[in-house]
Each structure stands twice: as C-alpha cells, then as structure tokens.
C-alpha cells in the first residue's frame, strides 16, 4: 500500500524562543511560504505547520499542547512523518513590503522574506517582529535591505506595546507596495483594517482546526471560505469579508468559540 | 431541451447531484456555498444531540482513488446545528437534508425531532457510519425498522435512512425501512475500512479504522443500489464514488433518484457544473430528455 505521507529526519535542532522549537529535516519539499503541512507523530496525532523553508525543509514547532510538547521533545535523529504541502501560498507584490509576525507567526513570514530577496534583489523590506515578551521573540533576517523593528507586549525589548505601536509610524512615514502578516488573528484583523485604510494590499494566514487538509471535510471554514484549501492566505480585504474571522473560531467539535 | 430536474418526497431538485453528508461539515456558510456552486440538494453533516468532537488526527487520507476517514462523527450538537440549518433555510430554496446521528432509538428520535425546528426538507438518519464503536446500527435489521417507526410516530417530515453496503442484506434492510414508513433510502454510507503506513509501521487513521469513498467504491454502490431498487418502489438517494456524469449515469440506471456526491468536490473543481455537463452530454448523445429516461433497456 501507498502511503500519503513522506518520511523526514530530524538534523539539526535549536531552541528559537522559550517555547519554539525550530527543526532542519533531511529532505526538501516543494512548498511556498504561507502553505502548510500536516505533521504525523505516527500513532499519536497529527498537526498542521506553515513551512518554514523549502530546502531542506525547516519547521518552527510552538509546544503549545500535548502533541506540540512531544514533538518538541524529539532530538536530532528522530523520524516523523509528513503530507502536502496544502493550501495557498503568499503572492509577491512589488518591491517594499512591510512584514508584520506576531509571535510564532513570524516564521512563515521569514521564508516568505527569504524567497521574496532571492526573486527581487532589490526589494526593500521593513519588518516588525512582535512578542509579548522577550524570551517569546523570533529572529529577524539579517540583510542589507531589511530593517528589522521589535516589539513587546511588556516592553522588555524593543518598543514596548503590541506590533501595531511600530506598525503605525511606519505606516505613516512610509508607502508600501504590500503588507504580508502572521500571527494571532486578533492582531491580523487589526492590520487588515490599516491595510484598507491606508489602500495598500495586505495577505494574512488564517489558521483554523484542520482534518483533511485539503478541502474536504469543510471543518476550517470561515463563514465557507475554507483555510486549508481557499487559504490560509487570504488579502485582508476579503478576510474582512468574513464575518467571524477576528471574533470567532471552531473548536473541534464544530462548535463556534470566541477568539 | 434537457431536463435535469428530479421530484420526490415533496423535494424538487433543480438536478439530481445532492451534496452527501459530511462533506464541507455542519457549517452554514459552507451548505449554501455547495448550494450556489450548482447542488441539487444539500446534506448537513450528522448532527447528535450533544456537541462530539470526533476521532484525533489523522481523520481523513487521500489516495489515488480513493480517501478514508474516520473523522467520527464531530459535530457542535443539535441545538448549534438547529441555528446552522435555519440560516441555510432562510437565504436559499435549494432543498435541504439535514442529517442525524444517534445511538439508540429514543435518541435518534430526540435529535430527530430537535432538527425537525430548523424545518430542513427532510431528514436523513445516519444508521451506517463505519467510525464508530460496536456494529453498524444498520446491521440489526430489527432495530432499523423499530427506529423508523418511532421517527414516523413523531415526525411529519420524510425521513430517508442511510444504510451501508457493508451489510451482506441491504435490499432487505431497505425493505424493512420502508414497511416502517421510510419515505426514501440513501446508500451508500463509506464502507468500513483501514489504511497502513509500511514506513511508519503503523495504522494510519487514529481510529485505527476508517470508512472507504471515492471512485474505487462505485461498483459497490451500483450493486447496493440495485439491490435496493429490487426490494423497495421508495425513492433512492445513490451514492458512493460517483466522480463523473457518467457515473451518475450509471447510478440512475441501478435505481437511484437522485445521486449524491462527495470525495469528487474537492478532487475537480467546479464539480457540480462539470457533473451537469456531463450529464447532460451523455442524455444528449442517447437522446434521453428527462433522468427518468434513464434506466435499463
């Protein structure tokens, strides 16, 4: 029998913050930053990860519940198991961006970056890095045509308050040619609306509860848009569309819960 | 001019493609969505009475030609579903069947009658999902019977019951379904199933077992449907791998009323309009003018 998943190894291994995990596996896979893929810890459970980078594949894994936890605790040499890539991927627009990653959410966003240079030498790129506190930071992308911006919720690096206290200055001293943004929705739905109120493009990646991934089970919709196939990158202006998406989700049940 | 529209049990579909039970989930939004995208009917996910959040992950595989599952029935319980389905009722006049699960007949009847307030076109009760502990409730032709007839003795609208192939005597269940008063039958349910990964040396559903759909399992449902129509005059809801309109064809010509569909929604985009061309296509070419021209020689 064929099986729907491919087998990776575990290379190399570092704590990125106080509780991401970021992994080097041995093989490459044929993704865009912004898809994901379902990561099978076979025999326990099965999750989805936004592909960190392409070749070898990378994953940035936040042990935020027993699956993530036990994932987080394989070390170099240990086998999982994955399928895909699904969903669709973050679309290059011109040549300055403003790059917004909240949390763990920045770690699509760094492969977004990487892969948006390698095809546009010459893209300018402002990047916000947010956390609510230090130890929970992602690392910036060192480049000459980035500018790297930090944040935290309790002011122990960088500017203090969310992303959206160095988002706005930028804004306003800035124009860019598309805003790309990951991390809790709350704060995506906050900068899809300055992305409409300042006209400039802006993609998020909405995350929901995934089964199949790949538009079947129709459990990840979002008011019938589905994350895992329609998504999770979505222009804010559709986003904003929605009518749940900043207010609610769906627990596994189905049921609808607030954000 | 061909004519694509099918009536029965007080429904009438606009075509025969009926969106199938558990795919696009319990969700509203996601119902009108398949309606707008060209359905003939629309079925809700099963709906319990209390909120189910189903097996672990991995739920749902895709092969070639086929995918298993064993999402296990999830769903956000009846009264969320009750609220879903009135939504749906209220910005579409695409037909709607909803959808019950339960575990025992006075249940069945509970969520039956619960779901009968968002006023759906008929119920469908799902007596065939292979996810689940223990046998099949279809499998006990008795209890079958005995369901329905409770369901009838409290419930105005029709009431078809989804049956699985995975009993050696459907027809005979079906028979027995409509003696108790079924107003129509769908089959097929997924049929029970199991995937292995060799390299992770593991089963690879959480639920160990799963239920099969998808193109492989047509030429079962063609046999379960026919062997049904042999047994019952009641309308027939036939499913199970039908992928094309040829397909569909073929399940009309085994007996069904109408087809319903489900693995083909995500593997070809803009199905439904695909399936009706085609449809349309193959009736064109045998000079058919309506689906009941449809039928065996």
Same mark, same amino acid.
């Given at each position: 029998?064929?099986?729907? &998943?491919?087998?990776?190894?575990?290379?190399?291994?570092?704590?990125?913050?106080?509780?991401?995990?970021?992994?080097?596996?041995?093989?490459?896979?044929?993704?865009?930053?912004?898809?994901?893929?379902?990561?099978?810890?076979?025999?326990?459970?099965?999750?989805?990860?936004?592909?960190?980078?392409?070749?070898?594949?990378?994953?940035?894994?936040?042990?935020?519940?027993?699956?993530?936890? /036990?994932?987080?605790?394989?070390?170099?040499?240990?086998?999982?198991?994955?399928?895909?890539?699904?969903?669709?991927? &973050?679309?290059?627009?011109?040549?300055?961006?403003?790059?917004?990653?909240?949390?763990?959410?920045?770690?699509?966003?760094?492969?977004?970056?990487?892969?948006?240079?390698?095809?546009?030498?010459?893209?300018?790129?402002?990047?916000?890095?947010?956390?609510?506190?230090?130890?929970?930071?992602?690392?910036?992308?060192?480049?000459?045509?980035?500018?790297?911006?930090?944040?935290?919720?309790?002011?122990?690096?960088?500017?203090?308050?969310?992303?959206?206290?160095?988002?706005?200055?930028?804004?306003?001293?800035?124009?860019?040619?598309?805003? &790309?943004?990951?991390?809790?929705?709350?704060?995506?739905?906050?900068?899809?609306?300055?992305?409409?109120?300042?006209?400039?493009?802006?993609?998020?990646?909405?995350?929901?509860?995934?089964?199949?991934?790949?538009?079947?089970?129709?459990?990840?919709?979002? /008011?019938?848009?589905?994350?895992?196939?329609?998504?999770?990158?979505?222009?804010?202006?559709?986003?904003?569309?929605?009518?749940?998406?900043?207010?609610?989700?769906?627990?596994?049940?189905?049921?609808?819960?607030?954000? | 001019?061909?004519?694509?529209?099918?009536?029965?049990?007080?429904?009438?579909?606009?075509?025969?493609?009926?969106?199938?039970?558990?795919?696009?989930?319990?969700?509203?939004?996601? +119902?009108?969505?398949?309606?707008?995208?060209?359905?003939?009917?629309?079925?809700? @996910?099963?709906?319990?009475?209390?909120?189910?959040?189903?097996?672990?992950?991995?739920?749902?595989?895709?092969?070639?030609?086929?995918?298993?599952?064993?999402?296990?029935?999830?769903?956000?319980?009846?009264?969320?579903?009750?609220?879903?389905?009135?939504?749906?009722?209220?910005?579409?006049?695409?037909? +709607?069947?909803?959808?019950?699960?339960?575990?025992?007949?006075?249940?069945?009847?509970?969520?039956?009658?619960?779901?009968?307030?968002?006023?759906?076109?008929?119920?469908?009760?799902?007596?065939?999902?292979?996810?689940?502990?223990?046998?099949?409730?279809?499998?006990?032709?008795?209890?079958?019977?005995?369901?329905?007839?409770?369901?009838?003795?409290?419930?105005?609208?029709?009431?078809?019951?989804?049956?699985?192939?995975?009993?050696?005597?459907?027809?005979?269940?079906?028979?027995?379904?409509?003696?108790?008063?079924?107003?129509?039958?769908?089959?097929?349910?997924?049929?029970?199933?199991?995937?292995?990964?060799?390299?992770?040396?593991?089963?690879? +559903?959480?639920?160990?077992?799963?239920?099969?759909?998808?193109?492989?399992?047509?030429?079962?449902? +063609?046999?379960?449907?026919?062997?049904?129509?042999?047994?019952?005059?009641?309308?027939?809801?036939?499913?199970?791998?039908?992928?094309?309109?040829?397909?569909?064809?073929?399940?009309?010509?085994?007996?069904?009323?109408?087809?319903?569909?489900?693995?083909?929604?995500?593997?070809?985009?803009?199905?439904?309009?695909?399936?009706?061309?085609?449809?349309?296509?193959?009736?064109?070419?045998?000079?058919?003018? @309506?689906?009941?021209?449809?039928?065996?020689?």
């Amino acid at each position: 029998m064929n099986t729907p &998943y491919k087998k990776i190894k575990i290379v190399d291994k570092k704590q990125e913050t106080d509780i991401v995990s970021y992994f080097v596996f041995d093989k490459k896979i044929n993704a865009k930053p912004g898809q994901f893929i379902m990561l099978w810890l076979a025999g326990e459970d099965e999750k989805p990860f936004s592909v960190a980078n392409a070749n070898p594949l990378e994953l940035a894994i936040a042990a935020i519940g027993p699956t993530t936890n /036990n994932i987080c605790k394989l070390e170099k040499g240990a086998e999982l198991f994955y399928r895909g890539p699904y969903g669709k991927a &973050y679309s290059l627009m011109g040549k300055k961006w403003l790059v917004v990653g909240g949390g763990y959410g920045f770690a699509p966003l760094r492969f977004l970056i990487k892969e948006g240079l390698k095809k546009n030498r010459n893209a300018k790129i402002d990047c916000v890095i947010g956390a609510k506190t230090k130890n929970l930071l992602m690392q910036e992308v060192k480049h000459k045509n980035i500018k790297t911006y930090y944040t935290t919720d309790d002011g122990s690096f960088g500017i203090k308050g969310n992303v959206l206290a160095a988002v706005e200055p930028l804004l306003e001293k800035n124009n860019y040619d598309c805003i &790309y943004c990951c991390g809790p929705e709350k704060m995506m739905y906050q900068i899809a609306l300055l992305g409409e109120k300042k006209s400039i493009p802006t993609q998020i990646s909405i995350e929901r509860y995934y089964k199949c991934g790949f538009g079947l089970c129709g459990h990840c919709s979002v /008011n019938g848009w589905l994350s895992c196939k329609d998504g999770p990158v979505i222009f804010g202006s559709d986003a904003l569309k929605l009518k749940d998406f900043g207010f609610y989700y769906k627990d596994k049940t189905g049921a609808k819960k607030q954000i | 001019m061909i004519d694509l529209s099918v009536s029965f049990c007080g429904m009438k579909l606009k075509n025969p493609f009926i969106l199938a039970s558990g795919i696009k989930g319990c969700d509203g939004e996601s +119902l009108l969505r398949a309606a707008k995208e060209g359905a003939g009917a629309i079925t809700s @996910k099963s709906c319990s009475l209390e909120p189910r959040p189903g097996h672990k992950n991995p739920t749902v595989i895709e092969f070639k030609y086929y995918v298993i599952n064993a999402v296990g029935l999830s769903n956000p319980g009846v009264e969320e579903e009750i609220e879903h389905l009135k939504y749906v009722k209220s910005n579409t006049t695409t037909p +709607l069947i909803a959808s019950v699960y339960e575990k025992n007949i006075s249940r069945f009847v509970e969520v039956a009658k619960k779901i009968s307030l968002a006023k759906p076109d008929m119920i469908e009760l799902d007596t065939s999902c292979p996810n689940l502990e223990g046998k099949l409730f279809c499998s006990d032709i008795n209890l079958v019977a005995d369901l329905v007839k409770e369901i009838k003795k409290e419930i105005k609208i029709p009431i078809s019951v989804k049956l699985s192939a995975a009993t050696e005597n459907i027809g005979e269940i079906a028979y027995a379904a409509q003696s108790a008063g079924a107003d129509c039958i769908s089959a097929i349910n997924t049929i029970p199933a199991m995937a292995i990964d060799i390299y992770a040396k593991k089963p690879i +559903l959480a639920n160990k077992y799963g239920g099969l759909s998808g193109p492989a399992i047509l030429p079962i449902a +063609l046999r379960a449907v026919n062997q049904i129509r042999q047994y019952c005059k009641i309308p027939i809801i036939g499913g199970g791998g039908v992928s094309s309109g040829k397909d569909a064809a073929a399940m009309i010509m085994a007996g069904a009323n109408a087809v319903s569909v489900g693995s083909v929604l995500y593997k070809r985009k803009n199905a439904f309009k695909k399936l009706k061309n085609e449809l349309i296509a193959y009736m064109s070419d045998m000079g058919f003018e @309506k689906i009941s021209d449809i039928k065996f020689s």
